[in-house]
């Protein structure tokens, strides 16, 4: 039967009603029914092509949460009732060594993405989260832990996964200075983990009005980007910078910042490309890089450590009938910090 969703048919049409259709359940499959979902800027950019790899209908879509309503004749990991959640990946080859090693994400056959990816069982493309109900697979379906709300829960499927993975990796720990660029959906949820791992926590804003938040969620410091001074400070004494700003900026004055053998680590991705100036790499020795989500294994680390540590995203929720409006204050920088659609209000 067709269930309910909101879909862009074009890169120029907002999202509207559109009905679609999920998969029979198969021996591994579970179907969750979606409690809410997050808006993520990366919705916004495929909704209207704006990366020229979208197909349509889209129905967008990769933070959500609900509760499994019905479980396959094989599945283990889930019962009927349980909270369940998935995030930006429903399938892939699992048989390279990427997917044997836990980062389906970089499947080399191609990741399947929760929307906008190839659907082998029904054909055409997935459709994500702004609709009624998924089927996923149990081995990319995930637990919740029950301590958290479940609405400010459901970005951390995107964005909790996109920072925790390389302040991991890359040893956000007591004893070392982390710096997070930019205080939006990614920026706030680095500030949160960075100070949960134990790292002394340094916000980069541009904006003098964030300073207060940026304190409240976490960080130990706040300094303006724009104010050369205060960088000036910082040179040199940073073991781990996490970039998540999407717009067009200098990353070699923040490269400046990094000491001997230290790192920086993209996680936005903005339009054009950024000029590199080589001795910001050679003097002194320094890595740039940058991360991508997280596989399963390290997705499911992730809420298991925001459960331990009741970390949840700050959130604005909103009906889906508002998505719309939502995508032009997303634009504008409008939300604190991730707006999350009430799956509810698809019904009304």
């Known amino acids: 039967m067709p269930i309910r969703a909101y879909a862009a048919q074009s890169a120029a049409s907002p999202?509207?009603?559109?009905?679609?259709?999920?998969?029979?359940?198969?021996?591994?499959?579970v179907e969750i029914d979606i409690m809410y979902c997050g808006v993520c800027h990366s919705d916004l950019h495929f909704a209207r092509n704006e990366w020229g790899m979208?197909?349509?209908?889209?129905?967008?879509?990769?933070?959500?949460?609900?509760r499994v309503t019905r479980v396959g004749a094989g599945v283990g990991k889930f019962k009927v009732g349980d909270p369940a959640a998935t995030g930006c990946l429903v399938d892939s080859c699992r048989s390279c060594a990427n997917c044997r090693t836990g980062q389906e994400q970089f499947c080399t056959a191609g990741p399947v993405f929760t929307y906008n990816g190839p659907d082998k069982h029904l054909g055409g493309m997935t459709y994500g989260g702004y609709s009624e109900r998924i089927v996923v697979d149990e081995a990319?379906?995930?637990?919740?832990p029950t301590n958290l709300d479940p609405a400010s829960a459901a970005p951390l499927l995107c964005a909790g996964i996109t920072t925790y993975s390389p302040l991991r990796r890359y040893r956000a720990a007591g004893g070392r200075k982390v710096g997070i660029v930019g205080l939006g959906g990614l920026g706030h949820m680095g500030v949160k983990f960075a100070?949960?791992?134990?790292?002394?926590?340094v916000l980069f804003t541009t904006t003098p009005g964030k300073a207060e938040d940026g304190r409240r969620l976490g960080a130990d410091e706040v300094v303006i980007s724009r104010n050369?001074?205060?960088?000036?400070?910082?040179?040199?004494t940073f073991d781990l910078i996490l970039d998540t700003v999407s717009a067009d900026h200098d990353l070699n004055t923040y490269l400046s910042l990094v000491r001997l053998d230290g790192a920086m680590v993209l996680v936005g991705a903005p339009p054009n490309p950024l000029p590199l100036a080589a001795m910001s790499l050679l003097?002194?020795?320094?890595?740039?890089?940058g991360s991508l989500i997280g596989g399963i294994p390290e997705t499911q680390e992730m809420l298991d450590f925001c459960g331990t540590h009741s970390i949840s995203c700050d959130?604005?929720?909103?009906?889906?009938?508002k998505i719309n409006e939502a995508y032009e204050r997303l634009l504008r920088s409008d939300v604190k910090y991730r707006f999350v659609i009430d799956m509810a209000s698809l019904k009304n």
């Open 195 to 201: 100070r949960a791992f134990g790292a002394h926590t």
């Open 228 to 236: 050369q001074d205060e960088m000036k400070k910082h040179t040199g």
């Open 315 to 321: 959130i604005e929720l909103i009906p889906i009938q």
């Open 15 to 29: 999202l509207a009603p559109f009905p679609i259709e999920r998969r029979g359940l198969l021996p591994t499959d």
């Open 283 to 289: 003097f002194p020795r320094k890595v740039l890089t």
């Open 54 to 66: 979208s197909a349509y209908p889209m129905v967008p879509g990769h933070e959500i949460l609900g």
């Open 140 to 144: 990319f379906a995930l637990r919740v």
